[in-house]
Structures are given as C-alpha cells and as structure tokens.
C-alpha cells in the first residue's frame, strides 16, 4: 500500500503522474476488499467505482469542484482518498464514519446521499448557485443506470439541459446492476448505446486527424450520418452533450476525457460502463450477494450461515405472498427494485407473470398499484418504510383518495442499524395513521405478522403493515389464512396500577419491563382503526398510562391514544415513549434502541422516574 499510503486529501493524489495511479487503482481495490471483508458493507457497487473515483479527484479540483454521488454506497473508495482512510475500519458502526456520505462528516461529501436518483437535481443546484455567486467551480453528478430508472433523475435532466451556462458534468455510471437484475425500457436504451460504439469512436478518431475544411464537412456529415447509424441521444435531445459510452476502468480513456469535459461549457453528460465486483472474481460472479455484506474471509468467500432457527419478518412476508397468490388468482405483486430486500425471489420464480419490479420509481409503483385495483386485482406493493416516504402524495391522491384496495408490507419499519438514519422506518406511524381509509397495523410477532397480512389483504382498502428488519420472537406460524379483528388489541399480560400500550416491536420488550412493575401489557395491534374500547378499559381499571412505539413519539401511535382519551373525556397520567426527535445515527440494532430507552430496562427505568412510588421496586428481565 505504498501508494495509497500516501494520499490522504486528493490535492496529494493530484501530485502523482499518469503512471502511478493504475498501481494506485490497485491497492486501493484491494485495501477496499480488505476493509469491507472486516466491518461488511457495500461491497460490488465500491469495487466497481475505484478508478472513477480517482479519476474524478485526479481531474476536478476537489472540494473546490463538487462531487454528488447518487446513492452513496458506491463513495468508499472517496472516503479512503478524502482522508478517511484510518477510519474505515469504524465503518457503519456507531460513532463511527457512515456507508454513505455526510456533509457534517467531510467537507468533500458535499450532498448526503442514500436514496437513489436525487444527484443531477443537487449538482444542477451546485452549480447554478456558482453561477450566481460568480464562481467558476464545476458540479459532477455521479449517478448509476439503476437511478436512472427514477422520474427525479428525469425532472432533473429536463431543467437542466436547457441552462446552457452551467458546469455541470453528469456520470453515469453504468454497470448494468442496481440492487436487483435491471429492468425495464432504459436498461434495453443503454444496451443500444452500447451495441453502437463503434460509431463513437470512428466519431472520436475523425476529429483527431481530419484537416480544418474537410473536419468542417465531416461535422455537417455527422448529423445526417447519426441519424442512420445511432439515434440522437435521448440525453442530448435533453439538451446535454453526450459522450461515451466509455470503459470506466481504463484510466487512459478516462482521465484524457474529463480532462476534455472540463473545459467544455454547459450541461455534459459522460457515459462509462463498469463492473460491479470489479477485481475480485466471486463479486463479479455474484454482485447481488455482495452488495451489501457483513463480515468474511476474501479468499473464502461469503459462506452462507446455516440456516438460525427464527425467521425474519422477511421471510415470513416472502413465503405469505407465495400463498396467498396460490389461494387468491387476482394477488399481484410489486416492487420497486428491491426483489431480494423485500423477500420476493420465490414469488417472481413461482409467478412471473403476477411479479412487478418497475424499478426505482417508488411514486410509479403506488399509482401502478391503484391502477391495477380499479380494474379489480389486489396489488401487494413491498416497500421499505423510508421508501415509501417517497410516494407519499400517490399513496394519499392515488389509492387512499379513491379508497382502492392496496396493500402495503412495509419492511425495515423501526431503526434498522448499520445503514442509519437515511433507511430508518421511524416516521410510517405518523404519517401513515393521519390518512383517511387507510388501516395500519403493526406486528409484535411472526405470526401476528403473518396474520396481519391475510387481514390487510382482505380489507376492502387501502392497509399498511408495518414490521422491523431481521429475525423475530421466535413465535410459531400457523400456517393458515387467518384474519384479525380489525382494529381490535388484546391484553399479553394483567397488572395493576400501570397500563402499557404497547406497538409492534416492543411488545416483547414492555412485557419484559412489565414484570418488575407489576404493569398491565396491551398488544394494540392496530395504530389505526385504534381500539378505543380497549383504551377505556384500561384507563377506568389503571391509575397510569405507558405508550411504548419504535416509532416517532411526535404524530406517533402514542399521540393517538392520547388523542382517544382526549376525545373521550378522559384524563390519565401518559408517558409516551418512543424515537426523540432526532436522526437516530448508524450502529447495532439493540444498542441503538438501548441508547433511546427502548429495551426492557429502559422501559421500566422511564415508568419508574415518570411515575414514582406508584410503581414497586424495578426487576428486570432482558431476554
């Protein structure tokens, strides 16, 4: 690593010649696949940007010239060369250096990234506002075919191309690889650029050597000969400049080409084609199973764990849509790229033509789903919890509006770890309960989730249910259909004195706290219809009330029960607990909810300093 030793700020990496940054593309991949293998991360997407990166520092004059890198899992090789290089071994954990770029962490991450597709729009802002300003600086926006699948990317395109003063370079990254297989019509649109360079470069090698008049001619030529040879561009009928597509990991066609773009003026747009993987032969084997990875031995490989005796939620979501498709004909199921995140691999290979991956188009898949319900089919659209913050209007203007009977499952709802606070779930209960005909449920178990997705799936609207990320309880699954009494909560453990209401997740945990108080446990189930009989019960038979959520307190589950009793007319001592008001950072899952008083202990600690002598002495039982 004698190179790579050396640069700790790109204005370092600048200093190198031409020929040194080939054996510095090397030890960096191979610095990056030792790291990863140790902490887990992003792993495909990274090896696959290592000499675009450098080229990027190599030619822009960083930080001066802002970088925007769409999603942001592909930046590890940024953070090693903007002077993060000692700290990746804290990667994704807590208190250490985050998967994806923050501006309060570099001053070279100038936009914080994780959700797709949102770089063209903040590097047009970047330098649009330099043009404002009067400084001469350069916005690239670095952006992968997978985003490009999003409507934002396009919006950004469409405004951009007609500001012909400004310096903005797009990348697109094309590796022909998002998360899951790539899909639909754009992929199909770059595999034709591809099949056509031999037209860019005879393009290329006609400028280097044709004499002024004749290049004059050739030019006039060109136009005329395009059009019969490759299609105008759709990116230059957006008004940008396209060149490419180019080899992402040849620094000698790269480097020369920024250089170029550099000095050129208005809206660019450069092509490079990579490979996920990149230099390590089981990743590019395999990108999907090292997209995202925990710890392992390179030269082993991942070595698939034997199989741990509880499932995760989603598992149990993976294996209910598989039959209930079998029992209901008119099941569809949607995703937004996320076919292996959501748990849908069976589904598509069991029933392809009733499986939907449109792509990263969050707001499309919404109203996708509300189109396939007015026509009579029961759409299911697997969506993580922080991505449907994504489609909120479609969900309010386009399903719930005009009452159409979508189903929501919403994975990674709660805190979900090592990627932080951009893939938290923690704002679903909040938003989702203040929708009028929607019902939203959250599961304490396996089963309940099991149950609560037959439930959502039978109710004649629009139902959400919400569930954390990894394993559960260990609770058995009834293999059965079966249904739940909507907006109906059920009493796990009697006490007195104390009422828990608890939701979702922390069920679990509030029985554990619950014993060493003597308290009173309600699973509520639902957060909407919320079980207002059962709320009154409670309260005429407990002195106190406790909300217990993995959700934001503010507009949260608890503020509904405190809304019911408000609207009842009756008044109770409430403790609302739950997610501050905050980002919650990356970090284990438990620690994380151990640090915002949302394990057992925490639980009872918070009822203890709350109510007081109203409570006996705290014993607690974690497990």
Known sequence: MKLLETINEPAELRKLSRSQLTPLADELRQYLLDSVS???????????????????????????DRIVWDVGHQTYSHKILTGRRERMHTLRQFDGISGFPKRDESEYDTFGTAHSSTSISAALGMAQAAKIKG?????????GDGSMTA??????????????????????????????????????????????????????VGKSVLPGPVRELAKRLEEHAKG?????????????????????????????????IRKLKGPQFLHVVTKKGQGYKLAEAEPILYHGTGKFNPTEGIIAPAKAGKVTYTEVFGNWLCDMAASDKRLV?????????????????????????????????????????????????????????????QLIHDVALQNLDVTFALDRAGLVGADGATHAGNYDMAFLRCIPNMVVMAASDENECRRMLTTGFHYDGPA?????????????????????????????????????????????????????????????RFV???????????AREHDYFVTVEEGCIMGGAGAAVAEALATQGIVKPILMLGLPDKFIDHGDPASLLAGVGLDATGIAASVRQRFGAAVPRLVVNNS
């Open 333 to 393: 199921g949607i995703t937004p790229a996320m076919r292996e995140g959501s748990g849908m691999v069976r589904f598509e290979q069991q029933y392809p033509e009733r499986y939907f991956d449109v792509g990263i188009a969050e707001q499309h898949s919404v109203t996708f789903a509300a189109g396939l319900a007015t026509e009579g089919l029961k759409p299911v659209v697997a969506i993580y919890s922080t991505f449907l913050q994504r489609a909120y209007d």
């Open 528 to 538: 909407k219809p919320l079980d207002v009989e059962l709320v009154k019960q409670l």
């Open 464 to 524: 959400a249910v919400r569930y954390p990320r990894g394993a559960g309880i260990g609770a058995l699954i009834d293999q059965e259909l079966t249904s739940i009494e909507i907006g109906k909560g059920e009493i796990k453990r009697n006490g007195a004195g104390v009422a828990i209401l608890a939701f979702g997740s922390m069920v679990a945990p509030s029985i554990a706290a619950a014993a060493g108080l003597n308290a009173t446990v309600a699973n509520m």
């Open 151 to 204: 409507g934002m990317a396009f919006e950004a395109l469409n405004n951009g191309g007609v500001q012909e003063d400004v310096n903005l370079l797009v990348v697109l990254n094309d590796n022909d690889m998002s998360i899951s297989p790539p899909v639909g019509a754009l992929n199909r649109y770059l595999a034709r650029l591809m099949s056509g360079q031999f037209y860019a470069a005879a393009k290329t």
């Open 38 to 64: 140790r902490t887990g991360g992003h792993l495909s997407s990274n090896l696959g940007t290592v000499e675009l990166t450098i080229a990027l520092h190599y030619v822009f004059n960083t930080p001066h």
């Open 228 to 260: 019969m040879v490759v299609p105008a561009t759709m990116f230059e009928e957006f008004g940008f400049n396209y060149i490419g597509p180019i080899d992402g990991h040849d620094l000698e066609s790269l480097i020369p080409t920024l250089e170029n």
């Open 135 to 143: 400084e001469h600086r350069h916005a690239v926006a670095v952006i």
